[in-house]
């Protein structure tokens, strides 16, 4: 369910492990914004390990009960990933739709999907997150009675139709993704006897408006996260050396839900077989140094460390 237009309480637990920022919510700022949400309050709560019940501790989902009511929000996100149990312990609370990080960012990705092999890699992302939260959904149909055959209550039955429904629809997108990928594995290997250059890097590091100045390209630019999510290649004329093709690729951000980095395999594979990555890194934002070992940490994730890398300062 889209978070468009709805007044947001965004909402962070900072654990040991989480390197101190001067402004710890800004990026989840950020993320709200560019899927549409008006944020009207925050909440920070540092905590040596997450409560097992509502991630939050339980003075702190009382203040962002009285938060959310005095602001009139619609939705609280969390900048951190809940548990479905969680996330339904947090909305009784609050009487409000609670989402979490990784669905912000697939709410993210779905409104700016724009080509057929981005949306199959979207909802297979969607899907596989949902799968596991299914059973939260039709908690106001389950059977009133204990167990026996024929006992079970319609919630049940239905749970168990759309698992399978999402199951077979989950096989259907991946097959349609290795085609995909298999295709574009085949336009890459076409290109070997030319350098090819990917630009990888942190979201809105400005990799699509160097492509634009390098190659004289009308790439669509937005200050925003994720602005961008297709691929682009284009050609480049380097003086003294001669045409290498340029490509732009998905942006990278913190803890990058593992299901898009899975589903956006075919996207990635320009990057996988270039020559040379070049790193684009925004040196205006204060927590550059994050954001480039965040961006190389996904870049590890996709199995790309070994490759030549230049780390461009924009």
Avoid at 155 to 162: I, N, S
Avoid at 215 to 227: E, K, P, S
Avoid at 282 to 309: H, L
Wanted: charge should be neutral.
């Amino acid at each position: 369910e889209s978070v468009v237009s709805e007044a947001a309480v965004l909402v962070g637990v900072l654990l040991p492990d989480r390197t101190p920022e001067l402004n710890p919510l800004e990026e989840l700022e950020g993320l709200a914004e560019a899927a549409g949400t008006h944020v009207v309050a925050t909440l920070v709560q540092r905590r040596e390990v997450p409560d097992a019940a509502t991630y939050l501790g339980k003075g702190k989902v009382d203040e962002l009960k009285r938060l959310a009511a005095a602001y009139d929000a619609d939705v609280v996100i969390f900048d951190n990933d809940l548990s479905p149990g969680q996330t339904r312990n947090l909305e009784k609370a609050t009487g409000l739709k609670v989402i979490d990080r990784t669905e912000l960012i697939l709410d993210i990705f779905a409104s700016r999907a724009r080509t057929y092999e981005a949306r199959l890699a979207v909802e297979l992302a969607q899907l596989e997150y949902s799968l596991p939260r299914l059973k939260r959904m039709w908690t106001h149909l389950s059977r009133q009675t204990k167990g026996g055959v024929g006992l079970r209550g319609p919630g049940e039955k239905q749970l168990e139709v759309d698992r399978r429904l999402v199951e077979r629809r989950i096989h259907d997108l991946r097959k349609d993704l290795k085609i995909i990928e298999h295709r574009r594995q085949r336009e890459v290997a076409a290109r070997r006897g030319q350098m090819t250059v990917s630009l990888v890097g942190y979201t809105n590091a400005g990799k699509s408006t160097l492509l634009n100045t390098l190659t004289g390209a009308d790439v669509f630019t937005q200050d925003a996260l994720f602005a961008t999510l297709d691929t682009r290649t284009r050609r480049w004329q380097l003086p003294g050396w001669g045409p290498v093709l340029l490509s732009d690729t998905v942006g990278f951000i913190r803890e990058l839900p593992h299901h898009l980095i899975a589903s956006f395999r075919a996207t990635l594979e320009e990057a996988r077989q270039a020559n040379l990555l070049l790193h684009v890194a925004d040196a205006s934002n204060p927590a550059v140094c994050e954001q480039i070992a965040a961006a190389y940490k996904v870049i590890e994730e996709i199995g790309m460390e070994q490759k030549d890398i230049l780390l461009v300062l924009n």
